[in-house]
């Protein structure tokens, strides 16, 4: 088997189906299974795609295994997608999002150089199928070794989507999402990289992210605000072995204190980056990795900038 594509379901029967065909469409593919994870979900998608599934060829039907489990949230269902794998590599879809019709043949171009990661890029879609481009392409393309240089720049695109790459099964070996948290992704996907030494950089187009109101970190719950606020202070116990981090750290410490300011207020959103910043100091930190303009000013002047920047956009004066 060389390819496991792991999807996780809870709560999204309007959009399996879509999900579900865009995989469809181009199976079979010789060594590739896809592997549902039904994460509790107490809606009505796993049995949709059940009925959907009953309805392809039989030799789609066998690339499809799904597992049920109780309910432990998107890291929990994935963790699981992982441990069953039979796959050389594993990829991550969420069950909201669809393919592009190359998906497989694009994803089985790099998995033939032998790459420990490979990425693609993506475009975001709304309901109405209108599609919005998202993220710029890196700078290297093919093959690539893994060096400070290619790390900085994914670092300061901050964009560690899980299912914006393909990655070698055994860089799972010690590596987990974490069960409970949100935007695991970010406590996760930079240590896979650090843990590679190659990877696939390919322009191509090859997921629909969709737009959704009602996705997990859509909402600015206490959660995930809590949530993406231990992303810095997870980077910070690192940053010493990968000072790339600091670009990644800021990033998210802007988001994450913006949060806080819309919903808490200035005076707890200046405390927040109070206690922060008092921990960030205790670090070695490399400014000039910083090379987002916006990241540079929050890290100089924090909530005041990040006040100037939301009347300027209440103005209009910037988008």
């Known amino acids: 088997m060389k390819l496991s594509l792991i999807i996780p379901v809870y709560n999204v029967e309007k959009y399996i189906e879509q999900c579900l065909t865009s995989i469809c469409q181009q199976l079979p593919v010789p060594e590739v299974e896809v592997i549902v994870v039904d994460d509790g979900s107490p809606d009505q998608s796993v049995a949709k795609a059940q009925q959907f599934l009953a309805q392809q060829p039989e030799a789609v039907q066998q690339q499809f295994r799904i597992i049920r489990q109780k309910n432990q949230g998107l890291s929990g269902a994935r963790n699981t997608g992982i441990g069953e794998a039979q796959g050389e590599y594993v990829a991550f879809l969420d069950s909201d999002d669809y393919l592009n019709p190359q998906y497989f043949a694009e994803v089985f171009k790099g998995i033939e150089t032998g790459a420990d990661i490979i990425q693609f ?99 600015k719950s206490r959660k995930n605000i809590d949530d993406l606020g231990g992303v810095p202070l997870f980077y910070l116990e690192r940053i010493e072995q990968h000072p790339e981090l600091v670009a990644t750290m800021i990033a998210i410490s802007q988001s994450h204190i913006m949060d806080v300011l819309n919903a808490d207020g200035v005076s707890a959103a200046q405390q927040r980056w109070k206690t922060l910043k008092q921990k960030m100091r205790q670090h070695p930190l490399n400014e000039t990795m910083i090379r987002n303009r916006g990241n540079r000013l929050f890290f100089h002047y924090g909530v005041a900038f990040l006040l100037f920047d939301r009347t300027l956009r209440r103005l209009g004066l910037k988008k």
């Open 121 to 219: 890029a993506v475009q975001r879609v709304d309901d109405q199928g209108n599609t919005i481009p998202f993220l710029h392409r890196m700078s290297k393309q093919g093959l690539q070794t893994l060096n400070q240089d290619i790390l900085l720049e994914l670092s300061n695109r901050s964009a560690w989507f899980a299912w914006l790459r393909v990655y070698k099964r055994e860089l799972f070996k010690d590596i987990r999402f974490p069960v409970g948290k949100n935007y695991e992704d970010a406590y996760t996907t930079p240590l896979l990289f650090f843990a590679a030494k190659t990877a696939y950089f390919s322009p191509e187009v090859l997921i629909n992210y969709r737009i959704n109101p009602q996705g997990i970190t859509a909402t």
